[in-house]
C-alpha cells in the first residue's frame, strides 16, 4: 500500500513563500511519477507540476511557471513543491499524487491547507 503525506501549509501573507512536503511510504520511490495538484474552494482540482522519477524532467502548468518549484530526493523518499510571491488566488488545498505509468495518477495524500491573505 502506498502512502503520502503532505505538509508544510500555513496561512502566510500575500508575497511570501511556502515550501510544501510530499512524504511517500511503500513500494520504491524511485518508480514514481509524482505531481502536485491543488484545489481552490468552489473550483475544480488543477494541475500544479510534475517530476520524473529520477527528477529530470519537470512539468509546470503555464500558469505556474515562474513561480513554482517542484524537486524531488529519491535517497529520503520526499518531494517538495517550492511556492514563491504567493498570491491571494494561491488559497488551497495542496495535494501531491504518484503513479508508476502513463494515465491517471493512482494514490494520493490528504492534501495540506495553504491560505494567502491580502
Known amino acids: 500500500q502506498v502512502q503520502l503525506a503532505e505538509s508544510g501549509g500555513g496561512l502566510v501573507p500575500a508575497g511570501g513563500s511556502l515550501r510544501l512536503s510530499c512524504a511517500v511510504s511503500?513500494?520504491?520511490?524511485?518508480?514514481?511519477?509524482l505531481g502536485w495538484f491543488r484545489q481552490a474552494p468552489g473550483k475544480e482540482r488543477e494541475f500544479v507540476a510534475s517530476i520524473s522519477r529520477l527528477g529530470s524532467t519537470t512539468n509546470y502548468a503555464e500558469s505556474m511557471k515562474g513561480r513554482f518549484t517542484i524537486s524531488r530526493d529519491n535517497a529520503e523518499n520526499t518531494a517538495s513543491l517550492q511556492i514563491n510571491t504567493l498570491k491571494p488566488e494561491d488559497t488551497a488545498v495542496y495535494y501531491c499524487?504518484?503513479?508508476?505509468?502513463?494515465?491517471?495518477?493512482?494514490?494520493w495524500g490528504q492534501g495540506t491547507q495553504v491560505t494567502v491573505s491580502s
Open positions: 511503500g513500494r520504491a520511490f524511485s518508480s514514481y511519477t
Open positions: 499524487a504518484v503513479k508508476t505509468r502513463l494515465g491517471p495518477y493512482e494514490y
